[in-house]
T-cell receptor, first 113, second 113 residues
Framework: SQTIHQWPATLVQPVGSPLSLECTVE??????LYWYRQAAGRGLQLLFY??????ISSEVPQNLSASRPQDRQFILSSKKLLLSDSGFYLC????????????FGEGSWLTVV | GENVEQHPSTLSVQEGDSAVIKCTYS??????FPWYKQELGKGPQLIID?????GEKKDQRIAVTLNKTAKHFSLHITETQPEDSAVYFC????????????FGSGTQLTVLP
């Protein structure tokens, strides 16, 4: 069966420091991969999505970037964090055999201080 | 693009009562409508979904109805239990869209014992 792993689960970073959140999917190949952010409140905002290695689409202008160095690996990065980058970050995937069904990881809590 | 509105934003029910959450969508081309449950500090989990070729789908205490003409769909939870307390999200998407889902703003459901 397919599983999605996301880490770290929690981190506290000072303003201006770099960020790297990592996500991997197991049990499938060539998934579509996504990064969402969930700020205070409940809304889910799509940040990036990728349909293949090296293919990244950005949904909103921001201080973050994403990369997909391997088929089942998706990384969210920042060179210099801002206070406004604080939030709950969720990695997600869909597979070719699952239609539009999207599956989320457990999320990463980022607090920028 | 697609716009999904979800109501109510908060809902409190007594244990054993039913809960109904409603969503409307704007793009008549949308044909896939999942519902997610998100517990505190965790990623959203798919609980039920419906495609546009059916009007209703049930899974034990959970059911979803879809009215394509009116462009709205609803989640029904019967015999609610305290463990049903969570934030629920509806979403809509079009088959084949790599950009995937447009989410509603979420409903905080509280089941009172």
């Amino acid at each position: 069966s397919q599983t999605i792993h996301q880490w770290p689960a929690t981190l506290v970073q000072p303003v201006g420091s770099p960020l790297s959140l990592e996500c991997t999917v197991e049990g499938t190949s060539n998934p579509n991969l996504y990064w969402y952010r969930q700020a205070a409140g409940r809304g889910l905002q799509l940040l990036f999505y990728s349909v293949g290695i090296g293919q990244i689409s950005s949904e909103v202008p921001q201080n973050l970037s994403a990369s997909r160095p391997q088929d089942r690996q998706f990384i969210l990065s920042s060179k210099k964090l801002l206070l406004s980058d604080s939030g709950f970050y969720l990695c997600a995937w869909t597979g070719t055999g699952s239609g539009n069904t999207i599956y989320f990881g457990e999320g990463s809590w980022l607090t920028v201080v | 693009g697609e716009n999904v509105e979800q109501h109510p934003s908060t809902l409190s029910v007594q244990e054993g009562d039913s809960a109904v959450i409603k969503c409307t969508y704007s793009d008549s081309a949308s044909n896939y409508f999942p519902w997610y449950k998100q517990e505190l500090g965790k990623g959203p989990q798919l609980i039920i979904d419906i495609r546009s070729n059916v009007g209703e789908k049930k899974d034990q205490r959970i059911a979803v109805t879809l009215n394509k003409t009116a462009k709205h769909f609803s989640l029904h939870i019967t015999e609610t239990q305290p463990e049903d307390s969570a934030v629920y999200f509806c979403a809509a998407s079009m088959k084949g869209s790599a950009r995937q889902l447009t989410f509603g703003s979420g409903t905080q459901l509280t089941v009172l014992p």
